[in-house]
C-alpha cells in the first residue's frame, strides 16, 4: 500500500521547523510521499501576509531538499476557505488505494476540535502528531471520544489500516515558528538558521515581509 503523508500549513514563510517535521514524517513512517499543501484562505486566523503565489513558490523551493517532498497546490486552486477535510476527501479521490496520513503539529491539534467537520477526517487520513516545544503532545478532551480506541504506537500497526488511526511522533523539538521569522525579517535580524538558503533568498529578492 502507498503510504502519503499530506500536511497542510500557511507556510508564511515555510521554514527548517516545517521541514524537519515533514522529513521526521517521512522517515518515521516509511512514506513514499509527503505532499505540503498551502493554505488558501484559513479558517481560524487572519490572512497570510504574503501571497499565495510566493507562499507556494517558498514551499517549492524548500520542498527541493529531498524527492519525497512534494508541493500539492490544490487549496490554493480551490477558491474560498480551505478546509482540511475537503483536501483529504480530494486526496482520497485521486489516490483510492493509498494510506493517507495527515500531519500536524501538536499546536495544531490541540485545535482539532474547531475545524470543519473534524470528525470526518479519520474517514480519509491517519493522523501523525508531531512534537512542537511548548506543546504537550496528548489527545485533546473535546476530541477523546472521536479519538477512542485509533491511537497505535508503531508504523506498522498504522498501515494495517488505509486511514483512522492516530499515532504521536514525539523525538523532535524544533522551536522554529513562522511567526518568530516574519518578526526576525521585520527587524532585520538574523534568519540563517531559521530559514532554508533558498527560501531566505526568494525573501530577499522579493523583499517579503519586510516592508511595512
Ligand atoms: P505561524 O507562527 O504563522 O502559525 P507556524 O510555524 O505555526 O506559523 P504553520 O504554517 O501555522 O506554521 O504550520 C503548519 C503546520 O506545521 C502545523 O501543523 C504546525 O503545527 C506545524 N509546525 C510548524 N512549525 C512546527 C514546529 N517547529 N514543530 C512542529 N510542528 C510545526
Ligand atoms: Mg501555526
Known amino acids: 500500500m502507498r503510504r502519503i503523508g499530506v500536511m497542510g500549513g500557511m507556510f508564511d514563510p515555510v521554514h527548517r521547523g516545517h521541514i ?105 487520513a491517519h493522523i501523525a502528531v508531531v512534537s512542537r516545544p511548548g506543546v504537550t503532545i496528548a489527545i485533546p478532551a473535546e476530541i477523546a471520544g472521536e479519538m477512542q480506541g485509533r491511537q497505535v504506537e508503531s508504523a506498522t500497526q498504522l498501515f494495517t489500516a488505509r486511514e483512522g488511526r492516530v499515532i504521536m511522533l514525539d523525538a523532535l523539538q524544533i522551536d522554529i515558528s513562522s511567526t518568530q521569522v516574519r518578526s526576525a525579517l521585520q527587524e532585520h535580524g538574523p534568519i540563517a538558521t531559521l530559514l532554508p538558503d533558498a527560501v531566505a533568498d526568494y525573501i530577499e529578492e522579493h523583499d517579503l515581509y519586510r516592508a511595512g
Not at 523551493?61 to 474560498?80: T, W
Not at 482520497?92 to 474547531?114: N, Q
Open 20 to 124: 524537519a517535521v515533514a522529513l521526521e514524517a517521512v522517515d518515521a513512517l516509511s512514506l513514499d510521499e509527503l505532499r505540503l499543501v498551502p493554505c488558501h484562505l484559513p479558517n481560524h486566523r487572519g490572512p497570510a501576509t504574503a501571497s499565495a503565489r510566493d507562499r507556494v513558490t517558498m514551499v517549492k523551493l524548500a520542498a527541493q531538499i529531498d524527492g519525497r517532498l512534494l508541493v500539492d497546490e490544490r487549496e490554493c486552486s480551490r477558491p474560498g476557505v480551505s478546509y482540511t477535510v475537503e483536501t483529504l476527501e480530494s486526496l482520497r479521490r485521486d489516490f483510492p488505494d493509498a494510506a493517507l496520513v495527515l500531519v500536524m503539529g501538536a499546536d495544531a491539534f490541540r485545535g482539532l476540535a474547531r475545524w470543519h467537520r473534524w470528525q470526518q477526517i479519520p474517514q480519509f
